[in-house]
């Protein structure tokens, strides 16, 4: 069976012959009505592609003919061949019939064929399209599928990871504090010192408004703040009376051997700095130490630890000294604010003292990782 189908319509039987004879070596199968209810027949059960249909007939003008054909099939190629071509007509067939060519009679043989090639053709590019636009929308539908279960998968994976993620850094902290602990238990009297100092430091941390990585990276340099004194001989740390000046010498070491410590552990590279400075003073003077950085040059975090450090050192019992009242504490902020502490540091730690009191430096604080990580 041909591919291409073309139906004729006249009530001429001599039109349609000369058709058919014309047409008779081309790769088309022509079929002809002379009525177009016959046509509408024809084309309910044939597969057809181009309909050319005469006006003038009895029972269906061919404008009506092309009207319901292009309700019916709307696909198909309408094209009128006829001997009358007034105006209204042709307009009609445009406007009703949506036709594809209007050819009048009599007509030329080559050029008929010809029209109806590109009919043909204009038949089949147009199921192409239609074809490819069917095949884009199912691969669109099947993309957003697609999508949508990886989206479910991101989202699950993302989830997971950020657990792991969690449990990690629980874990971390968790061995830091194991570290600082040990460092502390070098001296009765110095036990849970870097714990509270941690927990002081990350809380005027947060009074400061810091952001959550920066007051962790605080907290755990106030943890490790200490952690050079293993270098130092226990003698030293834990004799009850003053320090000879080569005793002082000895302790001051303690910062540059704790980020000696440090260094090599590559998690902990932001915090090897905050550990080192962590007894320069704010006004950079000679009684700051290692390297007697000043303001911004030390790191904020040290800045930080540095007063947490003192309040924690004052307020806690010495061999030689129980722990001092707050407002000698507070008096002694005062009067080194803008020497040897940050200002902002000291007003943060004001702010504190202030709200929470005594309660502040309750002496079994720990940080609250959880509650920490969860904010
Ligand atoms: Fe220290
Ligand atoms: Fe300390």
Same mark, same amino acid.
């Given at each position: 069976?041909?591919?291409?189908?073309?139906?004729?319509?006249?009530?001429?039987?001599?039109?349609?012959?000369?058709?058919?004879?014309?047409?008779?070596?081309?790769?088309?199968?022509?079929?002809?009505?002379?009525?177009?209810?016959?046509?509408?027949?024809?084309?309910?059960?044939?597969?057809?592609?181009?309909?050319?249909?005469?006006?003038?007939?009895?029972?269906?003008?061919?404008?009506?003919?092309?009207?319901?054909?292009?309700?019916?099939?709307?696909?198909?190629?309408?094209?009128?061949?006829?001997?009358?071509?007034?105006?209204?007509?042709?307009?009609?067939?445009?406007?009703? !019939?949506?036709?594809?060519?209007?050819?009048?009679?009599?007509?030329?043989?080559?050029?008929?064929?010809?029209?109806?090639?590109?009919?043909?053709?204009?038949?089949?590019?147009?199921?192409?399209?239609?074809?490819?636009?069917?095949?884009?929308?199912?691969?669109?539908?099947?993309?957003?599928?697609?999508?949508?279960?990886?989206?479910?998968?991101?989202?699950?994976?993302?989830?997971?990871?950020?657990?792991? %993620?969690?449990?990690?850094?629980?874990?971390?902290?968790?061995?830091?504090?194991?570290?600082?602990?040990?460092?502390?238990?070098?001296?009765?009297?110095?036990?849970? %010192?870097?714990?509270?100092?941690?927990?002081?430091?990350?809380?005027? !941390?947060?009074?400061?408004?810091?952001?959550?990585?920066?007051?962790?990276?605080?907290?755990?340099?106030?943890?490790?703040?200490?952690?050079?004194?293993? !270098?130092?001989?226990?003698?030293?740390?834990?004799?009850?009376?003053?320090?000879?000046?080569?005793?002082?010498?000895?302790?001051?070491? %303690?910062?540059?051997?704790?980020?000696?410590?440090?260094?090599?552990?590559?998690?902990?590279?932001?915090?090897?700095?905050?550990?080192?400075?962590?007894?320069?003073?704010?006004?950079?003077?000679?009684?700051?130490?290692?390297?007697?950085?000043?303001?911004?040059?030390?790191?904020?975090?040290?800045?930080?630890?540095?007063?947490?450090?003192?309040?924690?050192?004052?307020?806690?019992?010495?061999?030689?000294?129980?722990?001092?009242?707050?407002?000698?504490?507070?008096?002694?902020?005062?009067?080194?604010?803008?020497?040897?502490?940050?200002?902002?540091?000291?007003?943060?730690?004001?702010?504190?003292?202030?709200?929470?009191?005594?309660?502040?430096?309750?002496?079994?604080?720990?940080?609250?990782? %959880?509650?920490?990580?969860?904010?």
């Amino acid at each position: 069976m041909a591919e291409h189908t073309v139906l004729f319509v006249d009530d001429e039987v001599n039109i349609l012959k000369a058709v058919q004879r014309l047409l008779r070596n081309e790769p088309w199968q022509v079929l002809t009505a002379s009525r177009g209810s016959e046509a509408l027949e024809i084309l309910e059960n044939t597969p057809t592609q181009v309909v050319v249909t005469d006006q003038r007939m009895p029972e269906m003008s061919g404008v009506d003919l092309l009207a319901a054909i292009r309700t019916r099939h709307p696909d198909l190629v309408r094209m009128m061949l006829t001997g009358y071509t007034e105006m209204g007509v042709a307009v009609d067939a445009i406007n009703r !019939g949506e036709i594809y060519r209007l050819i009048t009679k009599p007509w030329n043989d080559e050029e008929l064929k010809a029209i109806l090639r590109q009919a043909f053709d204009h038949f089949d590019l147009k199921n192409e399209i239609k074809r490819l636009n069917q095949v884009t929308r199912e691969q669109n539908l099947k993309l957003q599928d697609m999508n949508r279960n990886l989206e479910g998968k991101v989202r699950e994976r993302t989830k997971q990871v950020s657990e792991k %993620h969690q449990e990690l850094r629980i874990a971390y902290i968790q061995t830091i504090r194991a570290l600082s602990e040990a460092v502390d238990a070098k001296d009765a009297y110095t036990r849970g %010192h870097s714990e509270r100092v941690g927990v002081y430091a990350s809380k005027m !941390g947060r009074e400061l408004g810091l952001p959550r990585e920066l007051i962790e990276r605080v907290y755990i340099s106030g943890l490790l703040h200490d952690v050079g004194k293993i !270098g130092v001989r226990d003698a030293v740390i834990t004799k009850p009376d003053r320090l000879t000046p080569e005793e002082y010498e000895e302790i001051k070491q %303690h910062p540059e051997i704790g980020a000696r410590i440090l260094t090599p552990v590559n998690f902990l590279a932001d915090v090897v700095e905050c550990v080192r400075h962590h007894h320069e003073w704010y006004d950079g003077c000679e009684r700051g130490y290692p390297m007697r950085l000043r303001g911004d040059q030390i790191p904020l975090p040290s800045r930080i630890i540095l007063v947490a450090d003192t309040v924690e050192a004052m307020t806690s019992d010495r061999p030689y000294r129980k722990g001092l009242d707050l407002d000698v504490v507070i008096r002694e902020l005062h009067k080194y604010s803008g020497s040897q502490f940050d200002p902002t540091c000291v007003d943060a730690m004001l702010q504190l003292l202030e709200h929470e009191g005594e309660g502040f430096v309750r002496k079994e604080q720990k940080f609250d990782i %959880h509650a920490f990580l969860e904010v």
